[in-house]
């Protein structure tokens, strides 16, 4: 498979990435009520057999759980995985030795020595300044268990910021990691798309199926049994689900003349937008498979511009 670079100078990862969020946690995802640990190994498994090998974490994600799968899966294969998690800046680390230690510990859940990428999850910037915390993550580039750094939910000028006091320590910042998809557009209005490019800064897009909804599968009769965090989410609701209908329809009709499903399409818009890797969060080998049926094909620039216009009003 095609990689791509994160960033400048950094790590080559696959087009697609799988997201672990849901990899043990209960909180929103209800681990353990309809999937658990054996679907997560054949998901793993599943990824590497279609050639993807790029998955996001972090050590928030069940609490550790979702790192901890991963070491467990990635000492049953000798393939080459590229690992991103993140760090946590919460309240009680307000030392640059936080960052280290946080790093340690979520090295040993993963049984790895370094990870190709370490991302800030929120730009908390009150308890740590931005520049100790940068600072920080450049020394453990420097000391080899970082190849690249990362930020997540920053915005333009908190990435420019990052960018710049990195670039000081001649460390680039390789991505931005954000709510990006169809129904989730802000980042091309507010900047933060146009600032990644000219920083030559990569997007991950976080929930690129908008949690399920781009798949079509949710309706307004199976949105009301969501046993997890969704359920409260208007999104799902009836009319959440009616107001996107347009958009699925228009997916449902691009699939059909392509033979591919609406998820497929929706993550293959995403990656027409050149520089933005989507990471889809799965649950089964079966999701996995699907959406890596995202790659190896492309929509025509008509069927871009179609669901341009359909999901314009979610930039
Ligand atoms: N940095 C951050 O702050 C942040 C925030 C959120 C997420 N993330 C990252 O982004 C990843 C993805 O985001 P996300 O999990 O929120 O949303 P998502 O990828 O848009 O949706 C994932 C959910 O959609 C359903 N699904 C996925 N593929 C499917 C398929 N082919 N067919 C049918 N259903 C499918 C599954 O749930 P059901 O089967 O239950 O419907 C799955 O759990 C996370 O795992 C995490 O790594 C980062």
């Avoid at 020595?113 to 920080?136: C, D, G, I, K």
């Avoid at 046993?227 to 347009?246: A, H």
Wanted: proline share 3%; net charge positive.
């Amino acid at each position: 498979m095609k990689t791509i670079t994160l960033g400048q100078n950094s790590s080559a990862v696959t087009p697609l990435c799988i997201g672990t969020w849901a990899w043990g946690d209960k909180l929103f995802w209800n681990y353990g009520n309809n999937y658990g640990a054996d679907q997560l190994q054949a998901a793993f498994t599943a990824a590497l057999e279609v050639g993807i090998t790029f998955f996001d974490t972090a050590e928030i994600y069940g609490f550790g759980l979702s790192e901890e799968f991963l070491g467990q899966f990635l000492k049953k294969t000798d393939r080459q995985v590229q690992i991103a998690t993140k760090y946590g800046p919460f309240p009680w680390r307000f030392l640059g030795q936080s960052v280290a230690d946080a790093l340690t510990d979520s090295l040993k859940r993963l049984q790895l020595e370094r990870v190709a990428l370490y991302q800030v999850h929120w730009p908390f910037t009150f308890f740590m300044s931005q520049e100790t915390l940068m600072n920080a993550l450049a020394d453990e580039v420097k000391r080899g268990r970082i190849e690249a750094v990362g930020v997540s939910n920053y915005s333009a000028q908190q990435m420019r910021e990052a960018h710049q006091i990195l670039a000081a320590r001649g460390v680039p910042l390789a991505v931005n990691q954000v709510r990006y998809s169809l129904l989730t557009r802000q980042i091309e209005t507010n900047g933060i798309l146009k600032t990644a490019r000219e920083l030559g800064v990569t997007i991950l897009a976080y929930s690129p199926l908008a949690q399920g909804l781009l798949t079509g599968k949710y309706t307004a009769d199976s949105a009301n049994n969501l046993k997890d965090g969704r359920r409260i989410d208007s999104r799902f609701s009836q009319e959440g689900l009616q107001k996107i209908e347009p958009v699925i329809s228009l997916l449902r009709q691009l699939g059909e003349k392509h033979g591919r499903t609406p998820a497929q399409v929706a993550l293959n818009w995403l990656i027409a937008q050149g520089n933005v890797i989507p990471i889809a969060g799965a649950k089964t080998a079966e999701q996995v498979r699907q959406n890596a049926g995202a790659l190896g094909w492309k929509l025509d620039d008509d069927q871009i511009r179609q669901l341009e216009e359909v999901s314009r009003s979610y930039r």
